[in-house]
């Protein structure tokens, strides 16, 4: 008889399969078409937080690495690519889609491997959303002329772009198909934690039989996206990540040619009015704070509940927190997977000491934890001043600020009195009310009862500190253009 789950690492018939899953020990980097050595002759090892299992050795990539990336890159763009013609391009993101749903259970399972992401999540949304905007993007490459009538468009050249950890396969596709359906050529950096699915990428595009050059990929930490962002050759840079980073490469780039988009951290509020469906609005809330662990930019870190439900809300949420199941990302039942990194989690156990300190109120659903590898269990603080630093700064992480308010004026001056600006979700039964919310929000996605619903078609990116530019749809596309 199988044995019951009690903790993530019990046996369980629900847990994924890891052998069809082939990891190289080492990792070189991707450079015009061939796996080089990197001219830094470093190596750094990824694991595996769950475990905390070394899962493979990955190049660290040097200022000359990077060079001779970006040489490639340019020099792919004025032999090759610039000379392809639109529906030629569109044939080989089209392959690149089709080869990553071939091997779309090795990419979930590498995904959740190395970033500690449920499987549940990596198989059912990650991949195919990854895969779902190169089969999108690949849809414009010969249609653009007629999305921009009357302007001549051209490719900027040359993209660099840096890519955080949260979704590494999904950022990278995000990044990679409106860049190559422009007529750009790519070199891109994954996350130091989280370097394996975009190598596999690699592969991948290396067997669509992209022309050399086209993507390169050069994996490394904070100095090789940096050696990115300040090399004179590169056109545009496409980041996703910290607001601090973000500044750092506005600064770096101020004064040059270079364009970029910058998507960057959120403090979302997600507002529940009385008059809202409560179980659905619960699961959204719910979905908000803790999918992917709450490494989400538009996670509704910060919920406001409306005062005549605040304690049917309450009560419901606990509820439902208490039935979650913290542990082993590769088992189908997991809800919430590892932490993503030691360092994150001292950052997420760091906040749970200040919202105590500030006199909040904290509860956590009493599940059991693995004893080794990143957790933590879902986290409530109630009680929280607007002035907080748990309703001001990103935690990212499960854990959700609770406030509440009477009228839809108060509600909206405190969503709207944060820093950031990335998105929004709102819970009501009336049309009139979701308008009227919708508009003075001040965030770039109002989600009205739902959150966290993504497609390629649609533009996504922040106001004030969560970034500028949009990616996504047409206007991810037009981030990749020059016009006339
Ligand atoms: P980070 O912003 O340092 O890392 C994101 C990417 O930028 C990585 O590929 C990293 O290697 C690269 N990078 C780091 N320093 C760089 C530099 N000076 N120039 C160019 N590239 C650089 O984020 P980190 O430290 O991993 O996470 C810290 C906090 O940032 C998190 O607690 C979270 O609040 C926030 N964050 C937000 C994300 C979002 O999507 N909004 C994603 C990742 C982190
Ligand atoms: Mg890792």
């Not at 990553?100 to 399972?109: G, W």
């Not at 913290?326 to 906040?351: C, F, H, M, R, W």
Request: net charge neutral; proline share 5%; charged share 25%.
């Amino acid at each position: 008889m199988a044995k019951k789950q009690t903790k993530g690492w019990d046996y369980s018939p629900a847990l994924e399969s890891t052998s069809h899953v082939e990891l190289k020990k080492r990792y070189d980097l991707y450079i015009n078409g061939e796996w080089v050595k990197p001219a830094s002759k470093k190596y750094f090892k990824t694991i595996n937080p769950a475990t905390e299992e070394v899962l493979a050795e990955v190049a660290h990539a040097n200022d000359e690495d990077v060079d001779r990336a970006v040489k490639a890159a340019r020099k792919a763009y004025t032999d090759v690519w610039s000379k392809t013609s639109p529906s030629e391009r569109a044939k080989y993101i089209y392959r690149i889609a089709r080869l990553m749903q071939e091997r779309s259970r090795e990419f979930a399972v590498i995904e959740s491997l190395d970033a500690g992401k449920v499987i549940r999540e990596s198989r059912d949304i990650d991949v195919p959303l990854a895969c779902n905007h190169f089969f999108y993007n690949a849809g414009w490459a010969d249609k653009l002329e007629y999305a921009f009538p009357n302007r001549t468009i051209a490719p900027l050249g040359v993209a660099g772009q840096i890519i955080p950890w949260n979704f590494p396969l999904l950022m990278a596709a995000w990044k990679i198909a409106p860049a190559l359906a422009t007529g750009n050529c790519i070199v891109l950096k994954p996350a130091e934690t989280t370097p394996l699915t975009a190598l596999k990428l690699a592969e991948i595009i290396h067997d669509s039989g992209l022309p050399p050059g086209v993507v390169n990929i050069v994996t490394g930490y904070g100095d090789t996206g940096a050696a990115i962002v300040n090399h004179e050759d590169v056109d545009k840079i496409a980041f996703t990540g910290s607001t601090g980073v973000g500044k750092i490469i506005q600064n770096a780039i101020a004064g040059t040619s270079k364009k970029a988009t910058l998507e960057l951290g959120g403090k979302s509020a997600n507002i529940i009015m009385d008059d809202a469906p409560l179980d659905q609005a619960v699961e959204g809330i719910v979905n908000g704070i803790f999918f992917n662990q709450g490494h989400v930019c538009c996670a509704g870190s910060r919920l406001f509940i409306q005062e005549g439900v605040y304690d049917k809300v309450i009560e419901k949420l606990k509820h439902r927190m208490n039935s979650l199941i913290v542990g082993n990302p590769l088992d189908k039942n997991t809800d919430i997977g590892a932490i993503n990194s030691k360092e994150q989690l001292d950052i997420i156990n760091g906040y749970l000491k200040i919202g105590q300190a500030e006199g909040a109120e904290m509860y956590q659903s009493p599940c059991d934890l693995p004893e080794t590898g990143f957790y933590c269990r879902p986290t409530l603080f109630m009680n929280v001043a607007q002035s907080s630093r748990l309703v001001q700064e990103e935690i990212f992480g499960p854990v959700l600020a609770i406030q509440t308010f009477r009228t839809v004026d108060e509600v909206i001056q405190k969503a709207n009195n944060t820093p950031f600006g990335l998105a929004a979700g709102v819970w009501t039964d009336k049309g009139s009310r979701i308008f009227n919310l919708t508009t003075k929000l001040r965030a770039g996605v109002v989600w009205a009862n739902t959150f966290n619903k993504f497609d390629p078609a649609s533009p996504f990116g922040g106001y004030k500190e969560s970034g500028f530019g949009r990616e996504g749809g047409l206007h991810g596309l037009e981030g990749y253009l020059k016009m006339n």
